[in-house]
């Protein structure tokens, strides 16, 4: 049988990703609505999760909105903030040295803040089998290879570790996708994202077992079909594809995109749609599904063979 691997999204270039991020980081915090939003999800779900979770890995943390809330849910572990971007980090400081209790009212000083480092998700920094929990909030979609970062997040975590992430699916901006389409067809403006079932074989194939994935859509709305692109910038969400054209923008053709784009107008409103997919998987071989399947203690058996024995037992 021949080895699968997922649909590769364009070649995405990493240094123009940090670029970009740390340029956006001072405007990120006012308008990362959504990550907000997602992080408090995954916040949710970790509620439902039962786990000894001694360190924890914050995989593109960005400005600290999800690490903020594992520090408060798990105040004796020992967890780290990962991200590419230094500029990211330094406006993170804030949440990482302390966490928020609702009860209280206020925030208080916790002796297990989280320490930042500037790292990547291909190449994390600890030891192989040495994490409890690893979170990432819409950090995936900026990755080309995911077999590659989904072997490096199955290396250092322990066995029976999680991986809890989100990420963007197909659907993400789709007008504005649609849009330039219609203005500039012979150029891809907006980065390709994977399909909640290829990122789910993506884990298997990678030693995860027992993934969940689900979408969940959102749609953030605008005056103007230039609130949308003010926004990507001011959170760094660029065409990070390295075979994009190089150079200025003609304003005929921007013109003739932002004209499209008013044709999805609803209720006055501009919408800009966001695919999330949510998932998350154990550190365990996959028994049921796979190429690479651990197949010990099952029998095969044809389908032909299994119907004359079940005719025997009657």
């Known amino acids: 049988m021949t080895e699968t691997h997922a649909p590769q999204q364009a070649q995405i270039n990493r240094q123009h990703i940090k670029q970009h991020f ?6 990120y915090e006012e308008a990362a ?24 890995l914050d995989v593109g943390a960005g400005t600290g909105f999800l690490t903020e809330k594992l520090i408060a849910r798990y105040p004796h572990a020992k967890t780290f903030a990962i991200d590419l971007s230094i500029s990211m980090l330094q406006q993170a400081q804030p949440r990482l040295q302390t966490a928020r209790f609702p009860w209280l ?3 208080v000083l916790c002796k297990t803040a989280a320490t930042a480092i500037n790292a990547d998700a291909y190449q994390l920094p600890f030891a ?4 409890d929990l ?16 989904f072997q490096e997040f199955r290396r250092v975590l322990r066995p029976e570790g999680l991986l809890m992430f989100t990420t963007f699916g197909p659907d993400t901006l789709k007008e504005l996708r649609q849009a330039w389409k219609q203005a500039d067809p012979e150029q891809e403006h907006v980065n390709q994202f994977i399909d909640m079932h290829d990122i789910g074989d993506a884990l298997i194939r990678n030693g995860f077992g027992q993934p969940v994935m689900d979408v969940e859509l959102f749609t953030l709305t605008y005056d103007q079909p230039m609130g949308v692109l003010k926004d990507l910038k001011a959170i760094g969400a660029t065409n990070a594809n390295q075979q994009r054209k190089q150079g200025l923008m003609g ?19 501009i919408p800009a749609t966001y695919e999330v997919i949510h998932g998350h998987a154990w550190a365990a071989p996959e028994h049921m599904k796979g190429p690479n399947r651990n197949k010990t203690g099952y029998v095969e058996i044809s389908l032909e063979a299994f119907s004359k024995q079940t ?4």
């Open 33 to 56: 609505v959504l990550q907000k939003i997602v992080a408090e999800r995954i916040d949710e779900r970790l509620e439902l999760t039962t786990l000894n979770t001694q360190t924890i």
């Open 251 to 269: 304003k005929t053709r921007f013109q003739a995109m932002l004209t499209a784009y008013e044709t999805f107008r609803q209720n006055t409103k």
């Open 105 to 107: 009212g206020t925030k």
């Open 134 to 149: 690893i979170t990432s909030n819409l950090m995936l979609q900026w990755c080309d290879d995911l077999d590659a970062v």
């Open 311 to 314: 005719k025997l037992k009657k």
């Open 128 to 131: 192989n089998q040495s994490i």
């Open 22 to 27: 740390s340029h956006a980081a001072p405007s």
